[in-house]
């Protein structure tokens, strides 16, 4: 029998979940369908940071901001890739929707002194704009919607169970003296709720991509939204060029449901498809390298979204970042921080720096390519480090040696995860690198962290770089000298965490046919759509900030209040 629902959602990444309690809220009646058998994607895996210009806590914090600013920033980093319209709607409602997931018990904090991604363009702020969830309290949910929500990555848990929010996490890697004792009394406050533990091994203190999708998870249950997991989408149902609604796999069996308003297509982007990436993306790719969940998003839906009508834009372009490989994990790690403390630096096959290591990550994912085809070699790329940096700061899997020796790690790991020899020549012969083109950028980074100014990079020359710097190291937070034996290298691949190309969509994340018009009943955001921000990325939590936004939109526009 066919079932019959207002809006249908399909996925249940952060947007897709915001849609259907927007839909609840106005009065709809809304069913969400998710393939995997958790819920969240890799919202619920994420930093879980939003972009949001102009938004309710920076009073607080004392900054100010306007959207015409935001507007003129976003407009510039799109470089004509995306239509002002959609700008406009994203930059002015952004904040509204801010404001609404507080209502709904996901509360942000603005964070001051994290820059946007480009401070020295026309628009960009100095902090602010990124936000960072509050700490949510997973017990909320109750031990049924633990179990839907999908656990966060290896990579981001202390010891495998704790988490860090964004600013203990800046805390610790730029070693505030607070830092030890933030530390300690996370894992003190962890292992003494033995009430909760003894329900589950999972931390109910929630940080990042948990705290969004378990608060929204959270409001969903309350809503007694339908949520059907294990249920993919198969097809669109159409009639007179109408999305009617769509097929689904329910229990091995087809299921036909209706949507009355409207289908939002929020089911990712397509970085786990290999064959989409050879069509698509620059060469050479491998869904191995991205950090999404693996088996998730294999563009099961911008292909439905095609199927219908609709038009594709920006399918060449990902959410880029450098990513490594652990063993025994099941997705790639991305480095998104520690690049950028003094006393490491990025080499290709030739020895040669070719980037600026703190720059923003998909800058540094695009670098990669960039050096790969004029024939340098940085794919994979190394980075490379000295003892002291090992002793101070975590490095990917590594933490600082001062915390875990390299005899505390795994044995196997060395040459596999980490190389380390007693020369800088005998660590170009391991990993395979000229070692006197190494020699030669080893020379010239300690000439750069001795007089502080990176004459090749300027690495440490904006607000932004120097965000996940060491503020004791002087003249420059991201350069010191590699001096001091043992020498380590860990190798990085040009990965991602997720695709931004997808269904081209209009202010309303109505999707667009060749000939730019909507399609009737037709929805879709997140990684599903193409991104508002262009080939861009303006600032931290613009993939996630956009997917609320625009899956806000379309329910006010189903509902017929734009
Ligand atoms: P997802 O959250 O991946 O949700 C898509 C869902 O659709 C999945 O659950 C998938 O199983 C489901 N699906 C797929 N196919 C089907 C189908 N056929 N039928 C039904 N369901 C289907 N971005 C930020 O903005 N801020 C951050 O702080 C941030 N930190 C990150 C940290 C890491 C480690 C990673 C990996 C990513 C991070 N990102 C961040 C990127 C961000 O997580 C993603 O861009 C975002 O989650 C994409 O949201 P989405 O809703 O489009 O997709």
Not at 483 to 494: E, N, Q, S, V
Request: glycine letters at 12%; proline letters at 7%.
């Amino acid at each position: 029998m066919e079932q019959i629902f207002d809006v249908v959602v399909v996925g249940s990444g952060a947007g897709a979940l915001l849609a259907a309690i927007r839909a609840a809220d106005a009065g709809l009646t809304a069913l969400v369908v998710e393939k995997a058998e958790v819920a969240g994607g890799t919202s619920a895996t994420s930093g879980g940071g939003i972009w949001i210009p102009d938004n309710h806590d920076m009073a607080r914090v004392g900054l100010s901001d306007g959207v015409d600013a935001a507007f003129r920033y976003v407009r510039a980093c799109a470089r004509g890739l995306s239509s002002d319209e959609r700008i406009l709607a994203y930059v002015e409602t952004a904040r509204h929707m801010a404001r609404y997931l507080d209502q709904l018990g996901v509360r942000y904090k603005s964070m001051p002194k994290y820059s946007d991604y480009y401070p020295g363009m026309d628009g960009a702020m100095p902090g602010g704009r990124t936000m960072d969830p509050a700490d949510f309290n997973g017990a909320l949910l109750g031990l049924e919607g633990l179990a839907q929500l999908r656990p966060t990555n290896p990579g981001q848990l202390i010891l495998g169970r704790m988490t860090l929010n964004a600013f203990e996490a800046h805390s610790i890697l730029s070693r505030e003296r607070s830092a030890k004792l933030k530390l300690m009394w996370i894992m003190l406050r962890y292992a003494v709720d033995y009430p909760w533990r003894r329900k589950t091994k999972r931390d109910r203190r929630m940080t990042g991509g948990q705290a969004l999708v378990g608060g929204l998870l959270a409001a969903l249950r309350k809503r007694r939204v339908a949520l059907w997991l294990g249920t993919p989408l198969k097809s669109l149902q159409t009639e007179d060029g109408r999305v009617t609604g769509v097929l689904v796999e329910r229990d091995g069996k087809p299921v036909a449901v209706r949507a009355r308003m409207g289908v939002l297509l929020a089911a990712g982007g397509f970085e786990r498809n290999q064959a989409m990436r050879e069509q698509y993306l620059p060469k050479p790719t491998d869904q191995a390298w991205t950090a999404t969940p693996p088996g998730g998003n294999t563009g099961d839906a911008i292909r439905a979204g095609e199927s219908a009508g609709g038009a594709l834009h920006l399918m060449s372009h990902t959410w880029g970042a450098p990513t490594l490989s652990v063993p025994k994990e099941d997705r790639f790690r991305a480095l998104f921080v520690e690049r950028s403390l003094p006393g490491c630096m990025v080499v290709n096959a030739a020895g040669r720096r070719f980037l600026n290591e703190s720059c923003p990550y998909p800058e540094f994912q695009q670098a990669m390519f960039a050096d790969q085809a004029s024939g340098g070699g940085a794919i994979p790329a190394w980075i490379v480090f000295d003892a002291e940096f090992r002793r101070k700061y975590p490095m990917g899997p590594l933490g600082p040696g001062e915390a875990q020796p390299d005899h505390r790690l795994p044995k196997k790991w060395q040459g596999s995860v980490y190389w380390k020899a007693d020369t800088l020549a005998g660590l170009a012969q391991q990993i395979g690198v000229d070692a006197d083109g190494l020699a030669a950028s080893v020379a010239r980074m300690n000439d750069w962290a001795a007089s502080g100014k990176d004459l090749e990079f300027d690495r440490g020359g904006n607000v932004f770089d120097r965000y996940y710097g060491d503020p004791a190291v002087k003249p420059n937070p991201n350069l010191a000298p590699l001096a001091k034996a043992p020498f380590y290298a860990i190798r990085l691949y040009p990965g991602d965490i997720g695709t931004k190309g997808g269904l081209l969509t209009d202010q309303d994340a109505r999707v667009l046919d060749g000939a730019g018009q909507p399609i009737p009943g037709l929805y879709c955001t997140g990684n599903n759509s193409a991104s508002v921000m262009g080939p861009a990325y303006p600032g931290a939590g613009s993939t996630l900030g956009p997917a609320m936004t625009f899956a806000y939109r379309a329910v006010a526009h189903m509902a017929g209040n734009p």
